[in-house]
């Protein structure tokens, strides 16, 4: 069995060793929002790409098949079911040899079963055929949240990713910070005039994010770079470890507004948890529910950062950084431009919905 290691400080700068031969790349979860960009970096490395899509892909199902292959000029797209194992075989991997897996795959809803169903059983379902068929590399997109699991897709995450430790193959196990998609869900809010609003003071967590873009490269990286392998690489992007406060302030500036904030005490989250909980007995969707506002009390008070279990802390020196986008460029771009692909469907807490045709 390989051996796992945690690697804190990715060795980037020096590519003289690294091994940049085209490979071919079978990408599950290629449709997701690091899945997408994942697929680019890798055609505009000169691999040779296969998407395994559904067929009706994205948060709502909205995209048909033929627009689903449009999105991937380049690559091959291949449709199919990742929950069930046939499926993976017989219309995803079709006994052919492909290099490297890459898994971008996890659960829209992060409600537990389909946690369950999508971040673990088909994740071992491509990772059974990745094996039969004689992968050598696999790399998975995982969360620095699994670092300190209290929710259900981060404990099926961490099964996973035990399994993919043991397989035998080489691996690399992605844990980014949080993504700008989750930290752009109040733009519009404050563009209508609305206050920034903070659980707590606004300064009990901190990340530093990291854009899709330079979480891609990274990802595209970990084939390349043999340092790389077999290795937990937490990673996020560059810049100062940012508060919740920080983020309003940051948008205030650039909407040149002053500064109004809505302070949420964190109890109201266990309140609702509570009675979500109670009344979930009776009903899988309130379960569900109760789930939904678990994810969002971790994220009002669990930073995305590094944590050093020794001294109790979450480390923002700790947590290694990559990439050249910075939040604050995000944000004066989605002022100009909007949000486009930076929605977050079934997550959105603060952030109006997209409606859609779909499920
Ligand atoms: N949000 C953050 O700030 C953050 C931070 C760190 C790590 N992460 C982790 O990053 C990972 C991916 O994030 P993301 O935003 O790229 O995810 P995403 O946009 O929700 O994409 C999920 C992918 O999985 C596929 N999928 C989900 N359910 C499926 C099903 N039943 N059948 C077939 N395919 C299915 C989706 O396909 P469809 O398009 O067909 O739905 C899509 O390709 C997650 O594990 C998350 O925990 C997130």
Redesign the pocket.
Known sequence: MNKPRLVLVPPFGDASHWDQRPRRILV?????????HVVRELLARGHDVVAF??A????G?E?HRDQ?AAMFPGAEVRFG???DPASVADDAFRGERFDAVYS???????APD?AW???HD?NQHVLAQAKVTGVEHFVL??????QKPKLA??RA?LAFEASLQRSGLRYAIV?????????SGQIERLKRGKPFLLFGSGQLTA?R??S?TDLAVFMADCIEDPAMGNAILPIGGPGQALTPIAQGELLFVLLDKTPRFKRVPVALLDVIISVLSVLGVFSRRLRDKAELARIGRY?ATES?LVWDAEAGRYDADATPITGHQTLQGHYARVLDEGLDGQE????AVFQRRRVSSGR
């Open positions: 599950f979860g290629a449709t997701g929002y690091i899945g997408r899509a559904r009706r892909a994205g948060a199902g995209h689903t079911d990742v929950t971008c795959l996890a659960s829209r809803s992060g389909d169903r999508i971040d088909a997109l995982s969360a620095i949240c699994v897709f981060q995450k844990r980014p910070t949080a993504f700008f998609k989750s930290l990340c994010p990291i899709e994220y995305m977050l469907g079934e997550h």
